[in-house]
């Protein structure tokens, strides 16, 4: 991995947390706008609608990065208002699969509309010229964001070596 200046980095470390933490900030608002649902609702929501197949509950519970009993309280809530429900994994007797519910589909449509409304506004506020700009940076801090988690990941139980 290249070297960067350490006054580089540590720079573009608090830009980046700045704008995740705005980012972050702006989305919970919108999705309170748009539904009854908490922010953790929500992004719940998106995560189980963009899974390339249902998700068990281990890997929602990673994903979202939340303790097992933790993940289970918020699928159990979406459950509750019938949004997502839980069926049997058909390899594993003792695991479910999460799946969106017609109404959690319908809620998640919604939901990204909202939040697409969001980046169009978003990204009407910055320059027409720099657009291009910032959707390349981002697919490369994405790109990086991606390699570090396979490149870093604690081996062994060991600390991570980044």
């Known amino acids: 991995m290249p070297?960067?200046?350490v006054q580089t980095a540590q720079n573009a470390d608090a830009l980046l947390r700045e704008v995740v933490?705005?980012?972050?900030?702006?989305?919970?608002?919108?999705?309170d706008c748009c539904s009854d649902a908490t922010a953790k609702e929500c992004q719940a929501l998106l995560l189980?609608?963009?899974?390339?197949?249902?998700?068990?509950?281990?890997?929602?519970?990673?994903?979202?990065?939340?303790?097992k009993t933790w993940a289970?309280?918020?699928i159990a809530r979406l459950e509750k208002r019938g949004l997502v429900t839980r069926v049997d994994h058909p390899d594993d007797g003792r695991?479910?699969?999460i799946e969106l519910t017609a109404k959690g589909r319908?809620?998640?449509?919604a939901l990204e509309y909202t939040l697409n409304q969001h980046?169009?506004?978003?990204?009407?506020c910055v320059p027409a010229a720099e657009r291009a700009n910032v959707e390349r940076a981002l697919g490369h801090l994405r790109d990086a964001l991606a390699r570090c988690l396979v490149e870093c990941a604690p081996t062994n139980s060991r600390k991570p070596q980044c």
């Open 95 to 97: 695991s479910w699969l």
């Open 119 to 124: 980046a169009v506004n978003l990204l009407g």
């Open 3 to 5: 070297r960067v200046p």
């Open 106 to 109: 319908k809620e998640h449509a």
């Open 72 to 74: 289970s309280r918020l």
């Open 21 to 31: 933490r705005l980012f972050l900030q702006a989305q919970r608002t919108m999705t």
């Open 48 to 67: 189980v609608a963009g899974a390339d197949s249902p998700l068990t509950v281990q890997e929602f519970a990673a994903r979202m990065g939340l303790e």
